[in-house]
């Protein structure tokens, strides 16, 4: 089994900017796919980005639009742990923001959270106008 825990969130105002942890236990954490998907009351769970490998264990960060050019997804191996900083942060950036690990994910499932086997509980991250 593969535990995720997340931490770094907060109250913040419109402009600033978070990093958000996500401290993965278990076993081949460098294998498997990491991404981050947020929730927004009354909203349904959407894809933030994702950080897996493709050819010769290199590994590539993608992004959904709103998240193009203001947050960036990265792994630290050695801390078992994945990070997405957020930059420039929005008011409707407000949500909860989950972390999730696959070891089957690609680019074309990346996107879908039912994918996804294990899931960390939550950060809150609120961006205020």
């Known amino acids: 089994q593969v535990q995720l825990v997340e931490s770094g969130g907060g109250l913040v105002q419109a402009g600033v900017s978070l990093r958000l942890s996500c401290a993965a236990s278990?076993?081949?954490?460098?294998?498997?796919?990491m991404a981050w998907f947020r929730q927004a009351p009354g909203k349904e769970r959407e894809f933030v980005a994702a950080?897996?490998?493709?050819?010769?264990?290199?590994?590539?960060?993608y992004y959904a639009d709103f998240a193009k050019g203001r947050f960036t997804i990265f792994r630290d191996i050695a801390e078992n742990t994945v990070y997405l900083e957020m930059n420039s942060l929005k008011p409707e950036d407000t949500a909860v923001y989950y972390c999730?690990?696959?070891?089957?994910?690609?680019?074309?499932?990346?996107?879908?959270?039912?994918?996804?086997?294990?899931w960390g509980q939550g950060t809150q991250v609120t961006v205020s106008s």
């Open positions: 278990g076993r081949t954490f460098s294998n498997y796919a």
């Open positions: 950080h897996l490998w493709r050819t010769s264990r290199t590994y590539y960060a």
């Open positions: 999730a690990a696959d070891s089957r994910i690609t680019t074309a499932t990346m996107k879908e959270p039912d994918e996804y086997d294990y």
